[in-house]
């Protein structure tokens, strides 16, 4: 285990509805000894600015700097060991070198949970002394980058021997126009074939509703979406309602998403149309389908039949404690 004592981190990560995996690594860390400062990679969560920034991309730049700018002045007397960015999507190689040059005695480490979808980052990669990906093609792409899959939190262990079911499968996640067909076609085969299903359809906000279906020709109903993200510890309560867990990959990503782990911690069988997910050493067929996002069959017998339980070293390794292992393993 990773002993950090007394080491100062400077962590920059996604705050929004993945701000429960940003503060579980901050606990984690904390756990260790390390004296934790958090920040959001983004300026701001709100839709507007973020669709300031889709349109103003010529300004956009500057407006990030500034709000770096105030990260360092703020941090730069207690003087961070370690810079820990997770995702950082607006992190080129030029801010990168100017946090360097403030931040001299720091390490920087980089973990990357999206998909790059082919692109190649080299100048930004070698500007982090240590840089992981989720995503085995993004690796092949990008050889500075270590292969690291994500994580399960703790909660999803601790509701693995329950077993009172209120669905067969469900689905929660965020709903965009390219989505909508697929989550569609799902809903339908369930209801014909009298499978009970719970989906959650999060839209971020009216704003962003308007601009992805309305401008794209799309008319779906609001009263299919949900205006509020569904908690953290919501989204564990559904688990433990249900036999199956249902996740989708709409890219070209390769790498899984953090409900193949949350299944596997929880006990619930996962489905997925990302075929990837064969090559990971926790797969079963008896645990894990693999089905077509276009041609939906899920035999009852496997949403049925009982979980087999993985091994623990299996476990711990996609856990957030085994996850700081590896990621900070050389500091």
Known sequence: MSDLQGKHVLMISPYGTCMHYTQAMKKELESRGAEVRLYDERPSQKALAKIYIYFFRG???QYFKHYVEKIIAENEVWGPDVVYIVRGQAFDAKILKYMRERFTKAKFIFYQWDPLCGKKIPEILEQYDYAYSFDSDDVKNNPEFKFRPSIFLNEYVKIADKKEFKYDVCFVGTIYNNRWGVIKRYQDYFDAFGIKSFFYLYMASWTLYLWDFIRKG????PKKMQFKPMTYLENVEMVKESKCVLDFVYSKQT???????????AHRKYIT???EVKNYDFYNPTNVLVVDALNPVIPREFINSPF???DERILYKYSIQGFIDETFQSV
């Open 273 to 275: 149309n990302n075929a």
């Open 308 to 310: 087999e339980p993985v």
């Open 59 to 61: 300004v956009a730049p």
């Open 255 to 265: 790498g899984l998403s953090m409900r193949a782990f949350e299944s596997m911690a």
């Open 218 to 221: 799309t008319f779906v109903s």
